[in-house]
């Protein structure tokens, strides 16, 4: 990889969409949509989830990572960050592609809300049933 050569990378879940940009660097800093991710991401659990290819794949590397993520909830989103950055790491080194995979860093997770249909209370839930 050339020198400030960045490696781009998108990643989905349900609605949300993250466009990652991933950078070998000499400290490690994570901005996602210009926040850092403890500002963006207040709970622990969902900074964990995000960055969870990184840290199965190059626990010890520096990486510079810049994220626009849109659409979803936090929790997508942080899904959906998941998944950009393992494609990223991927494409940075071909050879962990076995690890990141058996972790499901890959896996786009298809699952999204079901639309509702006409006649129906919600996706599947009919009107309560009377004999007369």
């Known amino acids: ?14 609605t949300s969409g993250a466009r990652t940009r991933l950078t070998r ?11 850092a991710i403890h500002e963006y991401f207040p709970v622990a659990e ?6 969870s290819p990184l840290v199965d794949a190059f626990p010890e590397e520096k990486f510079l ?8 909830g936090i929790s997508s989103q942080a899904d959906a960050i998941r998944h950009s950055l393992g494609r990223a790491l991927i494409r940075l080194e071909p050879s962990i592609r076995g ?10 997770d298809p699952r999204a809300k079901e639309r509702r249909k006409f006649g129906l209370k919600k996706a599947r ?3 309560q049933w009377s004999k007369r």
């Open 65 to 72: 990572i810049t994220i626009v993520v849109k659409g979803g």
């Open 125 to 127: 839930k009919a009107p």
């Open 99 to 108: 690890v990141v995979k058996k972790a499901g860093h890959l896996k786009r």
């Open 1 to 14: 990889m050339k020198e400030n050569a960045y490696i781009e990378t998108i990643g989905r879940r349900k």
């Open 25 to 35: 660097a000499t400290k490690m800093n994570v901005t996602i949509n210009g926040k």
């Open 46 to 51: 969902y900074q964990k989830l995000a960055l």
